[in-house]
T-cell receptor, first 110, second 114 residues
């Protein structure tokens, strides 16, 4: 069964600290994996895309990794800011369908 | 360039009443999606359009939900009659590349059924 699981479900960190969000998937076939950021009351916005051949990709303070062998991805946030408070959703694409994780709710406190 | 536009942003109705949501995708995006998102959950696909054709409506509760995209541009999602369990955020998304491209989401329509 095609599934995307994210952990932790929620996370609270102090401003300035780093954190890592996890995404495990069983989706097959694999085309790409995206991390989306969803601010409260807004629609998700893509942060980064990972294809099969990519291991690491950075977008500012966000760094995504992909291990296609173990079917795991992570999103590392460096030097967190209050504006990073949001839900982060992992989405795996087969080339024809999108499979969504349930998201990790991140709260950054001052 | 304008993003995906949805309306209304918020809607409160009593159960058994009808409700409709409207979505205008990004210009040139032929693929349009309607998702439902419950609190603390990821979006769940309701229906996907390629131009005016519904290519995946397997998860759409057809007894009370209907959707249309008559001219292959904007789309309407209707619920009639609404039930308490329909309270959720209804997200519209569009993409340039069918099935594999980046999804561009609207800000959603939050429905509360009393």
């Amino acid at each position: 069964k095609n599934q995307v699981e994210q952990s932790p479900q929620s996370l609270i960190i102090l401003e300035g600290k780093n954190c890592t969000l996890q995404c495990n998937y069983t989706v097959s076939p694999f085309s790409n994996l995206r991390w989306y950021k969803q601010d409260t009351g807004r629609g998700p916005v893509s942060l980064t895309i990972m294809t099969f051949s990519e291991n690491t990709k950075s977008n500012g303070r966000y760094t995504a990794t992909l291990d296609a062998d173990t079917k795991q991805s992570s999103l590392h946030i460096t030097a967190s800011q209050l504006s990073d408070s949001a839900s982060y959703i992992c989405v795996v694409n087969t080339g024809n369908q999108f499979y969504f994780g349930t998201g990790t709710s991140l709260t950054v406190i001052p | 360039e304008a993003g995906v536009v949805q309306s209304p942003r918020y809607k409160i109705i009593e159960k058994k009443q009808p409700v409709a949501f409207w979505c205008n995708p990004i210009s040139g995006h032929n693929t349009l999606y309607w998702y439902r998102q419950n609190l603390g959950q990821g979006p769940e696909l309701l229906i996907r359009y390629e131009n005016e054709e519904a290519v995946d409506d397997s998860q759409l509760p057809k007894d009370r939900f209907s959707a249309e995209r008559l001219k292959g541009v904007d789309s309407t999602l209707k619920i009639q009659p609404a039930e308490l369990g329909d309270s959720a955020v209804y997200l519209c998304a569009s993409s340039l590349v069918p099935g594999s491209g980046e999804l561009f989401f609207g800000e959603g329509s939050r429905l509360t059924v009393l």
